[in-house]
């Protein structure tokens, strides 16, 4: 069974950096597609960042575009997201997931999570001076 592991969030002050990773097992991670999703309290998912499968076609949230960076290291089974300039609205749980449509995701439209395939248990990004 596939699994996603999240780690690297943490506190922060406003203009930080943190650089998240996402270990996958179980499945193929090289032949998949991956997202980066998160929700702030009291709020709906919310599509951050997308990688494909070879790591040669990125997309982001123009919330994060020019401040957030993902990545993949495919011999390593592992995501990343590098978080830079952050802001308070960056407060919010970090998922990792796979088996998602790119075209449903970047729509804009309310996500759930039957949107994803596997996903992770997150990892907490708290931006707060």
């Known amino acids: 069974e596939g699994q996603l592991v999240e780690s690297g969030g943490g506190l922060v002050q406003p203009g930080g950096s943190l650089r998240l990773s996402c270990v996958a097992s179980g499945f193929n991670f090289s032949r998949y597609a991956m997202a980066w999703v998160r929700q702030a309290p009291g709020k709906g998912l919310e599509w951050v960042s997308a990688i494909n499968a070879g790591a040669d076609s990125t997309h982001y949230a123009d919330s994060v575009k020019g401040r957030f960076t993902v990545s993949r290291d495919n011999s390593k089974n592992t995501l990343y997201l590098q978080l830079n300039s952050l802001k308070t609205e960056d407060t919010a749980m970090y998922y990792c997931?796979?088996?998602?449509?790119?075209?449903?995701?970047?729509?804009?439209?309310?996500?759930?999570?039957?949107?994803?395939?596997?996903r992770g248990q997150g990892t907490q990004v708290n931006v707060t001076s």
């Open positions: 997931a796979n088996e998602f449509s790119l075209r449903r995701v970047m729509n804009g439209g309310t996500l759930r999570w039957s949107d994803f395939g596997i």
